[in-house]
């Protein structure tokens, strides 16, 4: 099962730190793909859990892939696994080139895979 991560709309960031919780007892985390030369992408693979922190060198203001997960489906046929995200940083570069706090909604926000 592959999760594309996108930042869509009109945004205007150039770093971003998200968590994304997963059911190991029906998803096992294979890989992360990185969709976009130009971001930087740290993961650590805790139990059940994903850290991806984006670090663009310039913001970004429009639709972008960044990261395609990759899991593999350990449950029986009809199982249904959930995935979470939870945006913990965002920000962006200001017009004197500084970084600051970005403005977010999106929380807890849950996929389902059926």
Same mark, same amino acid.
């Given at each position: 099962?592959?999760?594309? %991560?996108?930042?869509?709309?009109?945004?205007?960031?150039?770093?971003?730190?998200?968590? +994304?919780? $997963?059911? !190991?007892?029906?998803?096992? $985390?294979? !890989?992360?793909?990185?969709?976009?030369?130009?971001?930087?992408?740290?993961?650590?693979? !805790?139990?059940?859990?994903?850290?991806?922190?984006?670090?663009?060198?310039?913001?970004?203001?429009?639709?972008?892939?960044?990261?395609?997960?990759?899991?593999? %489906?350990?449950?029986?046929?009809?199982?249904?696994?959930?995935?979470?995200?939870? +945006?913990?940083?965002?920000?962006?570069?200001?017009?004197?080139?500084?970084?600051? =706090?970005?403005? $977010?909604?999106?929380?807890? =926000?849950? +996929?389902?895979?059926?």
């Amino acid at each position: 099962v592959s999760v594309r %991560v996108k930042i869509g709309g009109q945004v205007n960031l150039a770093v971003l730190q998200m968590y +994304i919780d $997963y059911d !190991e007892d029906l998803l096992e $985390y294979v !890989e992360a793909k990185n969709l976009d030369a130009g971001v930087m992408i740290n993961k650590e693979d !805790e139990k059940s859990r994903l850290r991806l922190a984006f670090l663009s060198d310039d913001n970004v203001t429009g639709s972008v892939d960044f990261v395609e997960l990759v899991f593999r %489906v350990k449950g029986q046929h009809g199982d249904k696994a959930v995935i979470m995200y939870d +945006i913990e940083k965002a920000a962006m570069i200001n017009n004197n080139n500084d970084i600051v =706090t970005a403005d $977010y909604t999106v929380k807890d =926000t849950v +996929i389902h895979i059926y």
